[in-house]
């Protein structure tokens, strides 16, 4: 009689099935060569796998037999996303097991190295989201550049920013432009940790998706599921307010806008490095440009078929997070930990996971330190080697 493995954690199944983008428990059956009950239920919790297929699940899901046993990395908060619904259920489920999984890394490194302070003001001051107006977030948005003497000029690099003021920042390849980021907290930690997406990513899109996260850290870390429910769309445009508020600043980005056309946004892309979309929803929030006229220069932009791409976006090189590659690079150099022991005590997951959701570059875990052959300098007394003998005295 086969026993079922001690220890089985059934939401580590649902969740490398999502990582692997499996659509069902009948596909996952399919890949075992098992009956579809008999997934459902490992994933329900009423069995558990037995040792061969236990390691049938690790080959086939390709993370280590161990990932089944350790507990997930959950949240006692909502994870902030755009929901949209024409994205795709597994794209959601598998950037919400990516925001896990950055949880994990992120937990292993900051057991070894310290993280910059948290330095996020509490800028509700015991208000909550629903009390909001759009004065008050636009003088947020004002006093937090003051706060972390960003001046009121462009900002330059939003990413460095939030892993600055202690932030945990990953970024990864989605599979579709319509998921852009996640906002989150482990539980029992108030380190925001901010998962971007880089599909068909560009510098000022990147600026603009982490300005919008960092609203969300500000503005809606104690939001319940519920809320979040009900109220997402003022939660959604609330970030959004924020973010315009933070890259283009009420009190100098608006004195640069000579002549609001599609021309003259476009020499402001340069300087500020934000959208010309963005910018002309900027003029609309602060009133500088009526309803018909943005309507116009909407009506504009598509002709000039801009919804594909807006010139410039390729000028600047996308800002990518640093802190966790920092972090595993330091532990392997200072001797703390080995590549390999990483891998197999510290993660469950494969290298390639680790490495996607920290930026550390492909191969890292298998790359060792370059080995430089080198070779004995020929003598000059004919070829042959020689030597003088130093004596050492005695002590």
């Known amino acids: 009689m086969r026993v079922g493995t001690p220890g089985f954690v059934p939401e580590r199944l649902i969740e490398a099935r999502a990582a692997r983008r499996i659509p069902s428990q009948k596909a996952l059956a399919?890949?075992?060569?098992?009956?579809?009950?008999?997934?459902?239920?490992?994933?329900?919790?009423?069995?558990?796998?037995?040792?061969?297929?236990?390691?049938?699940?690790?080959?086939?899901?390709?993370?280590?037999?161990?990932?089944?046993?350790?507990?997930?990395?959950?949240?006692?908060?909502?994870?902030?996303?755009?929901?949209l619904a024409s994205t795709y259920v597994r794209d959601r489920n598998y950037q919400e097991v990516q925001m896990r999984w950055?949880?994990?890394?992120?937990?292993?490194?900051?057991?070894?190295?310290?993280?910059?302070?948290?330095d996020i003001p509490d800028v509700l001051e015991g208000?909550?989201?629903?009390?909001?107006?759009?004065?008050?977030?636009?003088?947020?948005?004002?006093?937090?550049?003051?706060?972390?003497?960003?001046?009121?000029?462009?900002?330059?690099?939003?990413?460095?920013?939030?892993?600055?003021?202690?932030?945990?920042?990953g970024s990864i390849e989605?599979?579709?432009?319509?998921?852009?980021?996640?906002?989150?907290?482990?539980s029992g930690d108030d380190?925001?940790?901010?998962?971007?997406?880089?599909?068909?990513?560009?510098?000022?899109?990147?600026?603009?998706?982490?300005?919008?996260?960092?609203?969300?850290?500000?503005?809606?870390?104690?939001?319940?599921?519920?809320?979040?429910?009900?109220?997402l769309k003022e939660i959604e445009t609330q970030a959004f307010r924020f973010a315009s508020a933070f890259l283009m600043p009420s009190t100098t980005y608006p004195y640069e806008v000579k002549n609001p056309s599609l021309a003259s946004l476009l020499s402001l892309k340069e300087r500020w490095r934000v959208a010309v979309k963005a910018q002309i929803v900027r003029l609309a929030q602060l009133k500088l440009i009526p309803d018909d006229y943005k309507t116009t220069m909407y009506k504009l932009y598509s002709a000039k078929r801009w919804t594909r791409g807006e010139p410039l976006d390729d000028n600047w090189?996308?800002?990518a997070p640093q802190l966790l590659q920092s972090g595993l690079n330091l532990l392997v150099e200072?001797?703390?930990?080995?590549?390999?022991?990483?891998l197999n005590v510290e993660f469950t997951m494969q290298a390639g996971d680790i490495e996607n959701i920290a930026g550390l570059p492909a191969g890292w875990f298998s790359k060792t330190g370059e080995v430089v052959a080198l070779k004995l300098k020929e003598a000059s007394n004919g070829g042959e080697h020689s030597a003088e003998v130093i004596p050492f005295g005695r002590r």
């Open 191 to 231: 380190r925001p940790h901010i998962l971007l997406a880089t599909d068909k990513m560009s510098y000022p899109r990147r600026q603009m998706d982490a300005a919008h996260e960092l609203g969300h850290a500000l503005l809606h870390r104690n939001v319940s599921a519920e809320e979040l429910k009900k109220d």
């Open 334 to 342: 200072s001797g703390v930990r080995t590549k390999e022991d990483l």
């Open 127 to 169: 208000a909550t989201y629903k009390q909001l107006r759009n004065a008050d977030i636009e003088r947020i948005a004002l006093d937090l550049r003051k706060h972390w003497k960003l001046g009121e000029g462009p900002c330059p690099d939003m990413v460095g920013l939030l892993e600055r003021i202690g932030c945990i920042v």
């Open 174 to 186: 989605v599979g579709t432009a319509k998921l852009d980021g996640l906002c989150s907290w482990p």
């Open 30 to 83: 399919t890949l075992l060569s098992v009956t579809p009950p008999t997934v459902s239920k490992w994933e329900n919790g009423t069995h558990a796998p037995d040792a061969e297929a236990l390691g049938a699940l690790a080959r086939t899901l390709n993370v280590r037999r161990e990932f089944f046993l350790r507990p997930t990395f959950s949240s006692d908060r909502p994870l902030f996303y755009r929901s």
């Open 317 to 319: 090189p996308l800002a």
């Open 102 to 118: 950055l949880h994990e890394v992120s937990a292993v490194v900051g057991h070894y190295v310290d993280f910059p302070k948290i």
